[in-house]
């Protein structure tokens, strides 16, 4: 479930609010930069790879710890009821859209750079000719999405249009984009892609503090992109426009890519599919309440993502003929990335309600439980990621796509549940979306392992023994804040939040380290083989 519209790279970024989550086609994953350590014996991609990789993560921390900040103060700046028409306009763009790009870009990714030269131009003219298409869809059904006859809420109708208004000019930095991603241009890439969020994060901030409201998440598209255009092709240097469409390619392209659209629409649905449904049975108060809420945990998965979207797919894809050593990859990946995930979301957990005083001064309360729920089982949410882009990578598409379709329907199904049953209130939503990710989405995972060849035992031998140490830290952490909450709140004004928020999260860092390093040490020493050479000196801490 996202808070942003990221369906093929094109609209993620531009479309993305700061602190959304960030699945899609691709799938993420911090765990992405295992790729580097199966690759060793091969040191050319190898270093491209976990170079890359490294450098995207550095620079993706101080990106979306721009977004953490943004997110911050349009807490403060924007009403639940402002972040729940938001909601629903990300939320209709992406069903709407799911025909965007004609699945092509992501397919030239998978065949990667010897065939560009072969493939720009017709993969460009089709695309735009896709999102032209899809842009007059969203335009002709805006009125209907603002009318009585749906979400029966007129502001709606503008931020629809302004979406669908960009959605033809986002075609050539998509495509660009991808060149740079089959060049493994990571470092590259990574800094546009901060600058992009920089430039989106300071004008979302402005129309905020001018009283916007749900329009300042729509007026910066034009101008990232804008940005995006002229910068990226600054970088590749190539016209695609001038190249010739060759439309007799086109029904051959869309024959392989017709499952990467069905991949589009299954995303949407995983993405945003609850969003969709409980925007029309909730009031607007409580839906901006637990979008909010789930957006406080998911700045973590939009961390992850980023950096994987761009590395995972197309590292796998090289190693295509060597299964083994694909197989290994992929399964080091799914423990980095759900040691990521759990320490990051059950941290957040640990120290939340001190840091809802210490930031919101209790304004965004209604959402804390919301978010601590979610937080527990986050870490299942976030390795679903990480067996779409493998069997992506092995032209698995179809199948890749029904795995997102089934967790996506099973998603909207416990929210429908938790809205019925809790009458629309956010934390009995979030239970019922907490017990299918931490049961459904994982038994998903472990389907789309085993089509990838990866053993689901092996999986969960990798993953659960550090979640459930994280699970127990969390614990620990927040018996702490307990026992410790009478002497802070003497303290003046929030001083005493500040105090729990640092006692609670050094509580939980202590005793994570202690516990993966008893039970699960490789998984640190994997995380210390692929942290830059600049942070060289946390290997030993880790190894």
């Known amino acids: 479930m996202a808070l942003g519209i ?24 911090d765990g992405v930069e295992a790729v580097a350590l199966a690759t060793a014996t091969q040191p050319a991609l190898g270093k491209a790879v976990g170079q ?93 999405a603002a009318s009585s ?45 901060a600058a992009s969020s920089l430039i989106r994060y300071g004008l979302m901030i402005a129309g905020a503090w001018m009283g916007l409201g749900p329009l300042s998440f729509v007026l910066p598209i034009p ?56 925007g029309a049975i909730v009031v607007k108060e409580r839906l901006g309440a637990f979008s909010f809420g789930y957006q406080l945990v998911g700045q973590i998965d939009q961390l992850l993502a980023a950096t994987a979207a761009m590395v995972l797919l197309p ?4 190693l295509n003929d060597e299964p083994v050593r694909q197989r290994g990859a992929i399964l080091r990946a799914s423990r980095l990335m759900t040691f990521a995930a759990s320490v990051a979301s059950l941290g957040l957990v640990a120290v939340l309600v001190p840091a809802e005083t210490l930031i919101w001064a209790g304004k965004r309360a209604d959402s804390v439980f919301s978010a601590q729920v979610i937080g527990v089982v986050f870490a299942w949410r976030v390795l679903l990621c990480v067996p779409a882009p493998a069997l992506q990578a092995r032209g698995q598409f179809r199948f890749s796509a029904v795995l997102m379709l089934l967790a996506g329907l099973a998603l909207m199904a416990a929210a429908w549940v938790g809205a019925k049953v809790g009458g629309g209130d956010p934390g009995v939503i979030a239970i019922a979306i907490g017990i299918v990710t931490g049961v459904g989405l994982l038994g998903f995972s472990l389907w789309g392992f085993h089509k990838a060849g990866v ?85 030993r801490y880790l190894g």
Request: charged fraction near 15%.
């Open 52 to 144: 890359g990789a490294a450098w995207l993560l550095l620079t993706n921390i101080i990106g979306k710890g721009a977004g953490i900040v943004t997110f911050m103060i349009l807490g403060w700046l924007v009403t639940y009821e402002e972040y729940a028409v938001w909601t629903m306009a990300f939320t209709f763009a992406a069903f709407t859209q799911f025909f965007r790009d004609g699945g092509v870009t992501q397919l030239l990714v998978q065949r990667g750079e010897k065939q560009y030269e072969a493939l720009a131009g017709s993969v460009f003219w089709m695309a735009l000719t896709f999102n032209a298409v899809s842009a007059a869809v969203l335009a002709g059904l805006s009125p209907i």
């Open 455 to 539: 053993s689901p035992r092996d999986v969960i031998k990798g993953t659960v023994p550090v979640w459930l140490c994280s699970v127990v830290a969390c614990a620990i952490a927040l018996v702490a804040s307990h026992f410790a909450q009478p002497m802070f709140g003497h303290m003046p004004g929030r001083w005493g939040a500040l105090g729990n928020v640092l006692l609670s999260g050094t509580v939980f860092v202590g005793a994570v380290y202690v516990l993966v390093r008893l039970a699960a040490p490789e998984v640190l020493r994997e995380a210390g083989g692929i942290l830059p050479a600049r942070l060289h000196f946390l290997r």
């Open 223 to 278: 101008v990232v992109v804008l940005f995006e255009s002229i910068a990226y092709y600054l970088a590749v240097r190539d016209k695609p426009w001038r190249r010739p469409p060759r439309v007799k390619l086109w029904r051959s392209l869309f024959s392989d890519s017709k499952w990467l659209v069905f991949a589009t629409f299954a995303a949407a649905v995983l993405n945003t599919g609850p969003y969709f449904l409980l």
């Open 315 to 318: 590292a796998l894809a090289r």
């Open 6 to 29: 990221r369906l093929n790279r094109g609209m993620s970024d531009v479309l993305t609010p700061p602190g959304t989550t960030a699945h899609d086609t691709e799938g993420p994953g």
């Open 149 to 193: 006859r749906f979400y029966n809420t007129p502001e709606l109708l503008p931020l629809l249009l302004i979406i669908a208004g960009t959605m033809p000019f986002i075609t050539l930095s998509t495509v660009y984009w991808v060149r740079l991603q089959t060049q493994l241009r990571f470092r590259l890439l990574s800094n546009l892609q």
